[in-house]
């Protein structure tokens, strides 16, 4: 989120009291955001939690029971309205709003909140019968229908006029309203490409205006290569890979499309959040991103107040191995805080798994404890707003199969919806027992920055060269060595500044700017600690190989040179050492050779390549700069790499199994555990726990404070 209008509101205010020589007074006032502020509404340091409703889906009798029992069951906001398109406009033109006026009296009146959504995301059926163009077109050609969600042309102009011509209508009648809090825009935007004539054109007009002439693009994308050079923008093609394989065509076309596609949905999103804006007040503006986008790149969006994500732990993952399939998958919510808690000062959790779910390949139950466990993951990971997708278990229906809140009779608590509002009430009795805004030094001192760039992933997905390599994977390995240490970790872009960060960790970051390789090394001499890992600096940022020696991008920093790269076939592994230990790879492994004063850390152990170096690092200036070339099978040898940076450099950390983190809020010290193993903690001597028993028993929590609670 590039745009945090109300904060920029609030410092030209600050910044004119000032220039005009305003008393002291007016001066703290103006510190104080004015009364429709978001931070007013939605606080940073606090977390409001509320849960998805659907009158649409439930008779109007039951409506004013079920907000009732929302509200005394402690939820503060519902939501309403990503999927009502068909009775919101029930034919084209003709909108009726009668039941919404109903259902919003209702929420207020049981003293909720209120999330109103645009319902792009779900057309209703008159919409396809007489403009199917509004539909998405698949890789094989196929026009998509009605009868679903998100299968959508973006891009086309028919379908984005519906879109704003309802934005406008629901601004128009609730951009005021204040018993409406803030609104979602779509629902888990943008995840599928499209093919239609719609799309194609607005490649072109895309690829225009980013080449300005077709030798450009021809020379990026390599037209040089099997005649598939261009004579004008007309005649480009969107890259197809189903038609022809993904390794046959233009990597750098593939990369542009996958740019494309994510600023199609950034677009679209900022110009609902634009127009409706124009017809509102006091209400803020979000999106409910995937916790996991791969298609969609949330900081490309601009007007968004804030950004909020969906997240379902368990669905049928067992990455840690025994009960922990069921205390869910060990990266998500991690990985999501650091990311999301990057985008600016606050950030939502739009969705958070109630129970069972439907969709996964296997639905198992969440483990008692996990919905618990999350919802204080959440909370300590500094998420501002919470909210569970849905209060009632529907009755028939593509979710059917979907907990809720409430069981099938509609009022009944499931056994997790107990467990949910339990906590709600639980994190509401202990979070404000503690405050204190200053993270603590020894927390300062090992904060890391992880740099992310969603251009990177894209082009290491697209070539990624072998099977085995998995870009998501490779993450989630460093993000967990990381937290291994007990650092607060936050995702961080090339344009931030990583000197806010004593350590900074690039996992195969490999297209490089020789501004980006400069600002790594200015960040080392001051001071910083860098990792880079395999794949590295390979390429320059139009996905191209420099001509110079291979990795020659990077090698001066890191004082070795890049000789070869090399990945086995399913079944073959080969060895590294480091002293005396051994570990098995097959992933992928850039082979190098140290310069002088360059330390070697590990050494390939076999094959044409044994002796050479698998991992080096060097004393840079008042930092130092690792590179880790090898994808070791079981991660270990790079946990402790990376653990060794942290203690060469003096900085004290914890020692925390896969899967057990610690966050810390407010000065609230929150200790989780997705291991099937119990951890013992090792707590400091003037900690007072103040919920949960240590050792931390799987899917259980632990809070504790350093400082004594007022
Ligand atoms: C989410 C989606 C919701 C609902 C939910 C079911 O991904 O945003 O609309 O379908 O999954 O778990």
Redesign the pocket.
């Known amino acids: 989120m590039s745009a945090f209008r109300w904060a920029a509101v609030i410092v030209i205010h600050t910044l004119c009291l000032l220039a005009t020589g305003a008393s002291a007074a007016e001066k703290a006032a103006a510190v104080e955001p004015p009364a429709t502020s978001l931070e007013t509404q939605l606080p940073a340091s606090k977390m409001q939690i509320g849960v998805?409703y659907y009158p649409e889906q439930w008779p109007q009798a039951q409506w004013s029971r079920d907000l009732g029992n929302i509200a005394k069951l402690g939820f503060s906001f519902t939501h309403y309205g990503?999927?009502a398109w068909t009775y919101l406009e029930p034919d084209e033109g003709r909108f009726d709003f009668a039941w919404l006026d109903t259902a919003i009296e209702l929420a207020h009146k049981a003293g909720l909140k209120v999330i109103l959504c645009s319902p792009s995301?779900a057309v209703p059926s008159w919409m396809g019968d007489r403009y199917p163009e509004v539909y998405r077109v698949t890789e094989s050609g196929q026009r998509q229908a009605h009868g679903t969600?998100a299968e959508l042309s973006l891009s086309n102009p028919r379908y984005r006029a519906f879109v704003f011509r309802i934005v406008k209508a629901l601004g128009e009648r609730y951009g005021r309203d204040p018993r409406v809090w803030g609104w979602q825009l779509d629902?888990?935007p943008g995840s599928f490409v499209d093919y239609s004539p719609s799309a194609q054109q607005a490649f072109r007009t895309w690829l225009q205006q980013r080449y300005k002439t077709i030798d450009a693009l021809n020379e990026t994308w390599a037209g040089s290569f099997w005649s598939t050079r261009y004579r004008r923008f007309s005649e480009v093609r969107l890259p197809n890979p189903t038609l022809a394989g993904e390794d046959k065509m233009s990597p750098h076309a593939l990369l542009d499309l996958a740019r494309f596609r994510a600023d199609t949905t950034a677009q679209f999103l900022d110009a609902q959040a634009e127009l409706l804006r124009q017809h509102s007040s006091g209400q803020w503006i979000t999106t409910?991103y995937?916790n996991v986008t791969t298609a969609t790149d949330p900081r490309r969006s601009g007007k968004l107040d804030f950004a909020t994500f969906?997240l379902?732990p368990v669905a049928g993952a067992n990455v840690l191995g025994g009960i922990s399939y069921a205390l869910g998958n060990p990266t998500r919510l991690m990985e999501a805080l650091a990311y999301y808690s990057s985008l600016g000062p606050r950030f939502g959790l739009?969705?958070l798994?109630p129970g069972q779910?439907?969709?996964a390949s296997v639905n198992p139950q969440p483990a008692a404890g996990a919905v618990r466990m999350w919802m204080w993951h959440a909370y300590a990971g500094g998420t501002a707003l919470l909210s569970t997708?849905?209060y009632r278990h529907p009755l028939r229906g593509?979710?059917m199969y979907?907990e809720g809140i409430v069981g099938t009779d509609g009022v009944t608590l499931s056994r997790t919806g107990k467990e949910f509002t339990d906590t709600l009430r639980e994190i509401g009795a202990i979070a404000p027992q503690v405050h204190s805004d200053a993270l603590p030094a020894v927390l300062a001192a090992r904060r890391t920055g992880l740099l992310w760039s969603h251009d990177v992933y894209w082009d290491l997905e697209i070539q990624p060269q072998t099977t085995q390599w998995q870009t998501w994977p490779h993450r989630n390995l460093y993000t967990q060595a990381v937290k291994t240490t007990g650092a607060p970790l936050r995702f961080v872009r090339e344009s931030d500044r990583f000197d806010d960060y004593p350590f900074l960790v690039a996992p195969a970051y490999q297209m490089v700017s020789p501004q980006l390789v400069q600002k790594w090394r200015d960040y080392v001499e001051r001071g910083g600690h860098l990792i880079l890992t395999p794949r590295s600096g390979h390429k320059d940022v139009r996905g191209h190989f420099p001509e110079a020696r291979f990795g020659g991008a990077i090698a001066e920093l890191i004082g070795a040179d890049i000789e070869q790269f090399d990945m086995l076939p399913e079944g073959v592994s080969r060895q590294v050492r480091r002293g005396e230990q051994v570990h098995a790879w097959h992933r992928w492994a850039d082979v190098l050779s140290a310069r002088d004063g360059t330390e070697v850390l590990a050494l390939y152990a076999d094959h044409d390549y044994a002796g050479k170096a698998a991992a080096v690092t060097r004393r840079l200036g008042r930092g130092s700069v690792s590179y880790i070339g090898v994808w070791t099978d079981d991660g270990a040898l790079e946990r402790s790499l990376v653990r060794q940076v942290y203690q060469r450099a003096g900085v004290a950390i914890e020692d925390l199994p896969l899967g057990t983190y610690i966050e810390w809020r407010n000065g609230l010290y929150v200790a989780v555990n997705y291991n099937p193993a119990p951890t013992q903690l090792t707590l400091p001597a003037q900690a007072k726990i103040l919920l949960g028993n240590n050792p931390l028993a799987p899917g259980q929590v632990l809070a504790w404070t350093a400082t004594a609670p007022h």
């Open positions: 998805f990503e999927f995301a969600r629902n888990e409910n995937t969906t379902y739009m969705e798994q779910v439907n969709w997708y849905r593509a979710e979907h």
